[in-house]
C-alpha cells in the first residue's frame, strides 16, 4: 500500500466512514452468498446491502397475485417489533399472550356462528396456527383420528388397509397443503371434478365420493384458483341425508384460508360455518383478511369434545399452575403475530372490519367493470361474493397475444398479475386472476387499470394489427418515467 493509500484509509477511519455503505469495503465487494464471511461489518452496512439485494423483489402494492396482507397499521407493527422476542408456545412464561390468543379464538369463533344451545359441550376449543396450512393439517387430522375411533367401535380393521384405507373428499381445485396431508398420513384422497362452467365442489357428484371409510368432506370457503366458493350450505343438506342411514357418519371441515375473515362482515354470502349442523371445524389465515403479516392461522372446532377432537391430540402444558391444552404442531414462534391480530380486532371491531370489506369488494366491482369495458376479457369471477377477480380471453377475443403475454407485460410496470390454467377438467383454460387485499385503495385500482391499458396497447401492437374498435378502452394515460 502507498503512503498516499495509507493516508487515505486513515482519513476514512478518523471520520467513521467504513460504518456507511458508501465508504464502506463490502460496498466495494460481492456479497457473501455460499460462505459464512470471515469478518464482521458494520450493522448498518449490512442492512443497507440486504436492502439493496432485495431491490428486484415485487412491491408489495403491486403484488396484484398474493392474497397475504402486505401493510399494517405503524402501531401494529411496533406492537409487533416489541412482541417478537416472545415465545407463543411457552405459556407459562407469556401468559398475556396466551390470552389474547384465546381471545382471538373467541372473538372468531362467535364471528362463525357456534350456536348459543351447543355450549353445553363446554364450548368451542381452536388454537393459533403457524399459517392457514397447518390448520388445514389440524383439522384434517382431527378428521382422521375421530374417524378410527368410531370404525373401531364398530369392528372396522382399520390396518386393512384394502378393505378401510381412510379417504379425504374435495374438489379438484384444492390447496396443496391438502395434498400434503394426505400424502403425510397415507389418506387416499377424492378428487371432485370441476363440472362445466363451475368451479367450486360438484353438489350433483360429491356424495358418489363418499363411503363408510370417509374421514370428511372439505368444503372451500374461498377455492383459491377463481375466488369462488362452494356451496357448503347445500353441502350440509346432503350430508344430514346420508348420515341419517350411513353406517358411518362423515363430518364436514370448511377451509376459509380466506374467506373466513372476510364473509363474515359482508351481505351476499350462503351459511357457510357453524350455523350448519355438519361443520365440525373451520381454519382461517389472520394473514389474509384478519390483516396480520404472513405467519398466523387459526383453527376453530366446533365443541371441545372427544368425538371432534380426539384426545391424541390435545397435549398438556403448564400454565399458571395449571395444565391447558396444546394442540397446534408447531412449538417455538413469536407471539408477535397473535398480538397483530387482538390489535386489530379491538382498534377495529366489527364496524371497522365491515367498513374496509366494503371498500375491498368497491374496489373489486371497479376492476370487474373496467375488464368488461375491453370487449375481449370474458370474466368468471366478479368480485360480488369475495374479492377476486378473474377472468379468461373470450373465445371471440380479436387478439393474437395470450394471458401469459399480458401477464409478461405487466409485469414490466411493476405489476404481478399471474396467469395459469384451471383445475383438472378445464385446464385447457387459462385465466387471470387478481387478488384486492385491504391495502389496495382506489388510487392503486385507477393506477393499475391506467398501466393495463398501456400493456394491452403495447401488445396489440407488438402481435399486429387487430380490429382495435373492439378493444378501446377510455382510461386517461399514465407518463411512466
Not at 108 to 137: N, Q, R
Request: aromatic content about 10%.
Amino acid at each position: 500500500m502507498t503512503k498516499q493509500d495509507q493516508e487515505t484509509q486513515q482519513i476514512i477511519s478518523d471520520v467513521d466512514l467504513e460504518k456507511t455503505f458508501l465508504g464502506s469495503v463490502e460496498s466495494g465487494q460481492s456479497l457473501p452468498t455460499n460462505v459464512l464471511p470471515d469478518k464482521p461489518m458494520a450493522p448498518d452496512v449490512a442492512a443497507q446491502l440486504v436492502e439493496h439485494y432485495r431491490l428486484n423483489e415485487a412491491k408489495a402494492n403491486q403484488n396484484l397475485a398474493t392474497f397475504c396482507t402486505t401493510q399494517m397499521e405503524p402501531q401494529a407493527d411496533e406492537l409487533m417489533k416489541n412482541a417478537l422476542n416472545t415465545n407463543a408456545i411457552d405459556k407459562s412464561e407469556y401468559p398475556k399472550t396466551a390470552a389474547m390468543e384465546n381471545y382471538c379464538v373467541s372473538m372468531i369463533a362467535h364471528l362463525w356462528g357456534i350456536p348459543e344451545e351447543e355450549k353445553i359441550y363446554d364450548d368451542f376449543i381452536g388454537t393459533s396456527t403457524v399459517g392457514s396450512s397447518e390448520g388445514c393439517m389440524l383439522g384434517g387430522l382431527a378428521l382422521l383420528h375421530s374417524w378410527k375411533h368410531r370404525a373401531k367401535d364398530l369392528g372396522f380393521d382399520i390396518d386393512n388397509l384394502h378393505t378401510h384405507k381412510p379417504n379425504l373428499v374435495i374438489m379438484s381445485g384444492y390447496q396443496v397443503v391438502w395434498e400434503k396431508f394426505c400424502t403425510y398420513w397415507n389418506v387416499e384422497m377424492r378428487q371432485v371434478p370441476i363440472n362445466g362452467d363451475e368451479v367450486s365442489l360438484d353438489m350433483d357428484r360429491v356424495m358418489g365420493y363418499v363411503d363408510e371409510n370417509t374421514i370428511g368432506i372439505i368444503g372451500i370457503e374461498g377455492i383459491t384458483y377463481t375466488g369462488s366458493v362452494d356451496n357448503i350450505q347445500a353441502l350440509d343438506q346432503l350430508v344430514t341425508e346420508y348420515n341419517k342411514a350411513a353406517v358411518m357418519p362423515v363430518h364436514i371441515h370448511v377451509d376459509a384460508a380466506f374467506g373466513g375473515l372476510f364473509a363474515p362482515f359482508v351481505d351476499g354470502f350462503k351459511p357457510w360455518d357453524f350455523r350448519l349442523k355438519n361443520v365440525v371445524s373451520i381454519n382461517v389465515s389472520g394473514h389474509k383478511y384478519g390483516m396480520v403479516y404472513p405467519g398466523l392461522g387459526w383453527i376453530v372446532w366446533r365443541h371441545n369434545t372427544a368425538d371432534i377432537l380426539p384426545k391424541e391430540m390435545r397435549f398438556q402444558v403448564p400454565y399458571l399452575g395449571k395444565t391447558v391444552d396444546s394442540i397446534a404442531i408447531n412449538f417455538s414462534h413469536s407471539g408477535a403475530h397473535i398480538s397483530a391480530q387482538y390489535y386489530n380486532f379491538i382498534r377495529f371491531g366489527k364496524a371497522g372490519y365491515q367498513t374496509i370489506m366494503k371498500n375491498v369488494r368497491k374496489v373489486s366491482m371497479k376492476l370487474t367493470e373496467a375488464l368488461k369495458e375491453y370487449g375481449i376479457f370474458e370474466i368468471l369471477v366478479d368480485g360480488s361474493e369475495l374479492p377476486i377477480n378473474c377472468w379468461k380471453l373470450a373465445d371471440n377475443a380479436n387478439v393474437k397475444w395470450t394471458l401469459y403475454d399480458l401477464e409478461s407485460e405487466l409485469a414490466k410496470y411493476g405489476w404481478q398479475v399471474p396467469a395459469y390454467p384451471l383445475p383438472k377438467n378445464r385446464d385447457d383454460v387459462t385465466i387471470s386472476r387478481i387478488v384486492v387485499r385491504p391495502s389496495m385503495t382506489m388510487t392503486i385500482a385507477d393506477d393499475f387499470l391506467d398501466d393495463l391499458k398501456l400493456a394491452v396497447d403495447g401488445l396489440n401492437h407488438s402481435f399486429g394489427s387487430v380490429d382495435e374498435s373492439n378493444i378501446s378502452v377510455d382510461n386517461k394515460t399514465t407518463v411512466h418515467n
